[in-house]
């Protein structure tokens, strides 16, 4: 069976509510004509403290780490099992946030991701060591201005992040997308809905055959 991809749609604090909105139309318009779709939505801290992870005690040899952050790397080991088998079956993953979400949440943190070896522990996370690391064919950062997303926040803002780290955080998504194999990433302008709803099915349609399944 032809094996599936793996598209990611990426985003600062703040932009989750626009790009549900895209992925579902994306979901539906793909199913429309004909392709395998699976849609999944990769653990974050805050899906951690949820659990109660931060209240376990644990260390990193580089510096402490709040336990949500192996948290969410077990979980994302899960994650990448679930995609390994749905693109096995040839499907097209949808999946809301994955190793760029984790490279910027550290960098945020002020740990170093190359340094301290955190991608390295990442990638074993999804495979790596048993040569099934699962690798974005494309990913998409939807590029919401950060003074758009502190108004969909609200006071959320200034109640969990600190001044200019929305600013920062787009900085280091940039960085870390140009670092992407060339033609693995794409930057789309958050506009309208229906704008960014286009440009993604744009960048996603050489990916995707619209013969219907038998």
Known sequence: METGRLVVFEGIYGSGKLVVEVVNRLRET???KGAGV???????????RIMGAQ???????YGVFEADFFFELASRARVASV????????KIVLCKNFTLASAVHARLLGH????????????????????????????IFVDVRPEL????????V???????TLERQRELYLQELHRLPPGRGRLVAAGSE???????????RPLVSWTPSA
């Open 30 to 32: 793909l199913v429309g």
């Open 38 to 48: 699976y849609e999944i939505d990769s653990p974050d801290t805050g899906r951690a």
């Open 55 to 61: 209240e376990l005690d644990t260390s990193w040899r």
């Open 83 to 90: 995609v390994r088998e749905e693109l096995s079956r040839g």
């Open 112 to 139: 170093d991701w190359d340094g301290e070896e955190l991608g390295v522990l990442e990638r074993r996370a999804r495979g790596m060591p048993f040569g099934r690391e699962v690798v974005p064919d494309l990913t």
């Open 149 to 156: 997303a502190a108004k969909q926040l609200g006071g959320r």
């Open 158 to 164: 200034s109640e969990f992040f600190p001044p200019g």
């Open 194 to 204: 229906d704008g960014v709803f286009e440009e993604s099915l744009a960048a996603i």
